[in-house]
């Protein structure tokens, strides 16, 4: 596969170890950081360390497509492919699909498609799922394009929410004017960095994946915390050279974790931080236990980096609640994240 030629391009994987690949693949990314304005900028630590660490039972497949030299060396990378191949999922994501910005509209991007569809296939998948942004109703303009390919290539938009992207300004609004709420009777705070403690290591794993639904008195308090969720989702973390910052809250009586939230860091961009899940278990919801847990969790973050001034984050737009509370804190919505999904086989 490595020498196959689709209209006059070369693919080939991108592998960690080829440096004077990687180097054009960054230099890519970072032209193309334009496509959506006011995004985060890439960062090459936390992009080159995404080769070697994949998320938590997916597998990543990464190529790049370039023209070659008329002397018949290899050409410049043009564009660039990542497919995420989850653990027993029949569909295959498309994570990344860019040409260069002076190339685009000449065939490139749709011979990547092409690429997709047959790794997809050569995994057994029988779709491929993608995010495409668009605008919100009164929102900044958005690229009509990706949307537009989405639909030329076949796919066609999924029926599953769309996603709400998020931004807090803390130059402009500054949630903890008022402080942290008090923790309510009962239950108590506390805070973690990047590796979760052991004692906490099964539980944020549960509720992760179950979104805080899962009954505790289901739970087999003896899981092996090594082979958690947690750990498997660490390893990617810091193999990418992210910092992450938590807070929970513990019920005093159980002595068990019923919530949490995390922001995490990238290296390279000192302004900006994520905020990521906050999960609070069923049976103790209705105690403002989100909000007090993003509001002290933004706290513990500032402490240690001082430097951040914009916070993003995403919703399901059917999530009312948690978008609620970022409204709350001055999160003001840009985009939507919209689901497109393309049959494998079908022709595109």
């Given at each position: 596969m490595n020498d196959d030629r689709i209209h006059g391009l070369r693919f080939s994987p991108l592998a960690a170890d080829d440096e004077a690949t990687v180097v054009q693949w960054l230099r890519l990314l970072d032209d193309?950081?334009?496509?959506?304005?006011?995004?985060?900028?890439?960062?090459?630590?936390?992009?080159?360390?995404?080769?070697?660490?994949?998320?938590?039972?997916?597998?990543?497949?990464?190529?790049?497509?370039?023209?070659?030299?008329?002397?018949?060396?290899?050409?410049?990378?043009?564009?660039?492919?990542?497919?995420?191949?989850?653990?027993?999922?029949?569909?295959?994501?498309?994570?990344?699909?860019?040409?260069?910005?002076?190339?685009?509209?000449?065939?490139?991007?749709?011979?990547?498609?092409?690429?997709?569809?047959?790794?997809?296939a050569g995994h057994g998948r029988s779709a491929l799922a993608a995010t495409v942004v668009e605008a919100l109703p009164g929102g900044p303009a958005r690229d009509a394009g990706p949307a537009a390919f989405a639909a030329a290539v076949g796919a066609s938009r999924a029926s599953v929410p769309a996603g709400v992207h998020q931004w807090l300004d803390l130059g402009a609004h500054d949630p903890l004017t008022a402080g942290v709420p008090e923790v309510p009777e009962g239950y108590a705070l506390v805070t973690w960095g990047t590796v979760t403690p052991d004692e906490y290591a099964v539980r944020v794993s549960l509720l992760e994946q179950s979104l805080g639904d899962e009954a505790f008195e289901e739970v087999d308090e003896e899981?092996?915390?090594?082979?958690?969720?947690?750990?498997?989702?660490?390893?990617?973390?810091?193999?990418?050279?992210?910092?992450?910052?938590?807070?929970?809250?513990?019920?005093?009586?159980?002595?068990?974790?019923?919530?949490?939230?995390?922001?995490?860091?990238?290296?390279g961009n000192p302004s900006y931080a994520l905020q990521g899940m906050t999960v609070v278990h069923r049976g103790h919801r209705?105690?403002?236990?989100?909000?007090?847990?993003?509001?002290?969790?933004?706290?513990?973050?500032l402490r240690h980096e001082p430097e951040v001034r914009l916070v993003e984050t995403a919703n399901a737009e059917d999530n009312h609640a948690m978008i609620a509370v970022n409204s709350s804190m001055g999160f003001v919505p840009y985009e939507r994240w919209v689901s497109w999904t393309g049959l494998v086989g079908s022709g595109g």
């Open positions: 193309s950081a334009g496509d959506v304005p006011g995004s985060a900028p890439p960062c090459a630590v936390d992009m080159r360390g995404s080769l070697r660490f994949p998320p938590p039972a997916t597998k990543l497949e990464d190529w790049v497509v370039r023209h070659d030299g008329s002397d018949g060396r290899d050409g410049r990378v043009v564009g660039a492919l990542r497919l995420a191949l989850p653990d027993g999922a029949d569909v295959a994501r498309v994570d990344q699909l860019l040409v260069a910005p002076g190339l685009r509209r000449r065939g490139i991007g749709r011979a990547l498609y092409e690429r997709a569809v047959g790794i997809a899981r092996e915390v090594g082979t958690s969720y947690a750990r498997e989702f660490e390893t990617m973390r810091v193999g990418r050279g992210r910092r992450a910052y938590h807070t929970g809250v513990v019920h005093e009586e159980s002595g068990r974790l019923a919530g949490y939230t995390s922001v995490s860091k990238t290296t209705g105690r403002r236990l989100g909000m007090l847990l993003k509001l002290a969790n933004l706290e513990y973050v």
